[in-house]
């Protein structure tokens, strides 16, 4: 029965998205997007689920639904996980992660809504000493 099947919270991972340093040549802004793991042991068979969707123009836009998988995230690690334009921060940007710890499944969506990857929701993010969004 879904009763007695037992409901763990994530804790300790978050999602962050990160103004990438502009190179030489470099004709279009990018940023990266990391997930955190910001627990005292590693995580393993994490899959991470991306799209964007929304209204751009008041036209209807969705991104393509990108997949990635990591084997193991280490503890108080970050690994990245894709680049993202800034024109899709006009979009709902969502992050859909599911991953093993304790022996146990947990799953979890970051969704990052219109307007919140923006300098004004900086903060410090973890392991790779920079400033940008992050949701915990």
Not at 4 to 20: F, G, H, L, S, T
Not at 56 to 63: F, H, L, Y
Not at 101 to 117: E, N, T
Request: net charge negative; aromatic share 12%; with cysteine.
């Amino acid at each position: 029965m879904k009763k007695d099947i037992p409901q763990y919270k994530v804790e300790d991972v978050a999602i962050a998205i990160v103004p990438r340093e502009p190179e030489d040549g470099m004709e279009e802004e990018l940023w990266d997007t990391f997930l955190v793991n910001l627990k005292e042991d590693s995580i393993r068979n994490v899959l991470v689920n991306s799209k964007g969707y929304g209204k751009i123009g008041g036209e209807e836009k969705e991104t393509t639904v990108l997949r990635h998988y990591f084997v193991e995230v280490g503890p108080k690690r970050c690994v990245q996980i894709e680049p993202i334009q800034p024109k899709v921060f006009e979009l709902t940007n969502e992050y859909w992660v599911s991953f093993q710890h304790d022996g146990y499944m947990y799953d979890k969506k970051y969704v990052f809504v219109k307007g919140a990857i923006s300098e004004n929701h900086f903060t410090s993010i973890p392991f790779i000493n920079q400033r940008g969004v992050m949701i915990r």
